[in-house]
Structures are given as C-alpha cells and as structure tokens.
C-alpha cells in the first residue's frame, strides 16, 4: 500500500476522509463537476466519493485529498484510479473551487502522485482521459482536429458541415425573403466565406454549427447550433430552415437536440436566442422549446434583437 500521506513545498496529501463529502458534492453537482460525470443528486456524488474512498481499500491506492500546509481546506484531488471499467491506471487530478485555479496546486499534487505510484508500486506508466469539446469559462479550446459528435433523432442525424453543403447555404442566402432574419442576404463568395468561418468556429470553440439531414435520404434540411463569434453576449442556440424543412417540426426536432446535447455533453452552462424583432417563426420556435424573452439588447452585427432566454433541460415542461 502506497503511503497514506505525501507532501510537496506547499501542499500536504492524504486519502480522503469523511469531513471532505460536502466538498468534494458541491464540486461534482457544481459546474466544474461537468468533466466528471456531473452527478445531479447527493445520492449520486455519494456513490462516486464512495468509489474513490473504496478504491484505496481495494487497491491499496487511489486519488489523495490536497490542502496547503498549515491549512485545513482541502483544495482538490489528485492520484491514481483503476476501475475495473479502465485498461490500466489513470493519473487524475481536481480542483474543487474556481479562486484556487491557476496557482498550480493541481500540477504540484499531480506530479507527487505520480511520482509516489511510481516508485512504490513499479508501474512504468499512467495514462489521463481527459474530456473534449467542452466549454471552458473565460477561454477558448482550439484544436483543428475536428471531432464534431453526429446526433440522432427520430428522424434526423446531425453532422458536422462539408464541402457540398455550401450548395443549399447557398440558395438559402440567395433568397433575401428567408435570409433576412438570419442577417440578410449574402452572394456565393459571402457565403462560402461565412461557411468556412462556421467550420472554423468549432475549432476555436469546439462547439458550433451541425448541418440537419434526413436521416432516411441524407438531404441537408437547414442548420442548428450553438453560435458565439466575436461580439456575441453569450453562446447562442441558432438555426436555418431550408425550404424543404418548413412546416414539418423539423427544426423543434434538430434544435431541441442540439440544445440538449450541448448543455449535457458540452456541458455549456446557458443558452439563448437571439432573434430579429419581425421573425415571428423563430420566436415561435423559441417560445416551444421554452425560451422566454428576457430583453432587447443592440447586437454588434445587426442592430435591435430580442434574446430569449432558454431553460436547462431539467427545467424544461
């Protein structure tokens, strides 16, 4: 059994202790919680804590609690698992509040941990599985490998853009009668090059954009989304009927899974609309999947628009 406590030079380490469960919940349930899972109940952070107190138990092993020294306050976790569920043991580390962020406390407990396994137990290497395409407050999670999840539903799979769906963005920009409440019209080489930032947008966010499908004939039918550029109060759920997909609850069905995935699996905290005062479909739209409006507000691109507030999917009716 590896040491029940380490220290490095500044923070003291030892295995987990009862006193740390409200902590260590509050963490989970919170929104750091999201690239652990994000239990929703106290029964369910329980189970997790149980594991990670079991697994020392167990294995003889297992994440330690890191304070400061000299202070009581635990600051994270930080050790090695190995559920039955993982191939071989994995280095994992926390930090439970947003203040202790950025001092490297994470690093420093991580990295004595590792050392600690180490030596002790022989292992010639850990791993880390980390989470990605998820929302990171306060800065952006750029990668140009593109790994845009496909979503399915009754009768559509949403896809990450390609090249040929520049065609109906294309017709649809064309029409200055359907384009003016996404912005207004715009020529061929306008929309290739708003088309290719949409592309770009998921790899400086991971998040964006997918292109709605029949699910039975693979036609593009519009696209959904979460859309933040520059400028942008807050990530945006947006979308585009094409002319095909008018009338059929084709976009409730697209939007209202592409919303939920990125509040459960992106894990992005909020989301609205915002929408041009006139565009009398979209806040139709809004309004069925439960958005409220909650202001007008002047957008940088195009002037007067009214945002709508959407619920989490927990609160929807």
Not at 63 to 84: I, M, N, Y
Not at 92 to 114: F, L, M, P, T, V
Not at 201 to 227: E, F, M, N, R, S
Request: charged share 20%.
């Amino acid at each position: 059994m590896i040491a029940s406590t380490l220290t490095t030079p500044r923070l003291a380490l030892r295995t987990p202790e009862s006193a740390d469960f409200e902590h260590y919940a509050a963490f989970l349930m919170g929104p750091r919680g999201r690239f652990f899972g994000a239990p929703k109940t106290e029964a369910q952070a329980r189970e997790v804590f149980d594991a990670l107190t079991g697994h020392w138990s167990s294995k003889g092993y297992g994440p330690w609690v890191f304070t400061l020294k000299g202070d009581a306050r635990a600051l994270g976790t930080a050790g090695v698992s190995q559920p039955e569920t993982l191939p071989e043991p994995e280095l994992i580390w926390s930090i439970w509040r947003d203040e202790d962020e950025g001092k490297g406390y994470a690093a420093e407990a991580a990295i004595a941990a590792r050392t600690a396994f180490y030596a002790e137990t022989g292992a010639a290497s850990v791993v880390s599985y980390i989470a990605r395409c998820r929302w990171q407050p306060g800065g952006l999670r750029m990668s140009l490998a593109l790994n845009i999840p496909a979503i399915e539903t009754e009768r559509l799979i949403l896809r990450g853009p390609e090249a040929g769906d520049v065609e109906p963005l294309t017709a649809f920009f064309a029409d200055e009668a359907r384009a003016w409440g996404f912005g207004g019209g715009l020529d061929r080489n306008e929309t290739w090059r708003w088309f290719a930032s949409s592309i770009g947008h998921w790899a400086l966010h991971g998040y964006g954009l997918w292109t709605i499908t029949d699910k039975a004939t693979g036609t593009p039918l519009g696209i959904t989304g979460v859309w933040n550029p520059a400028g942008w109060p807050e990530p945006e759920l947006s979308w585009v009927a094409f002319t095909e997909a008018e009338g059929k609850g084709i976009m409730y069905e697209a939007a209202l899974a592409a919303s939920t995935h990125a509040y459960t699996e992106m894990g992005l905290p909020a989301l609205s609309s915002n929408i041009l005062p006139g565009n009398t479909r979209s806040i139709a739209l809004a309004e069925r999947l439960g958005a409220r409006f909650e202001k007008e507000y002047q957008n940088v691109k195009h002037g007067t628009e009214l945002l709508y507030r959407h619920p989490a999917p927990e609160l929807r009716a």
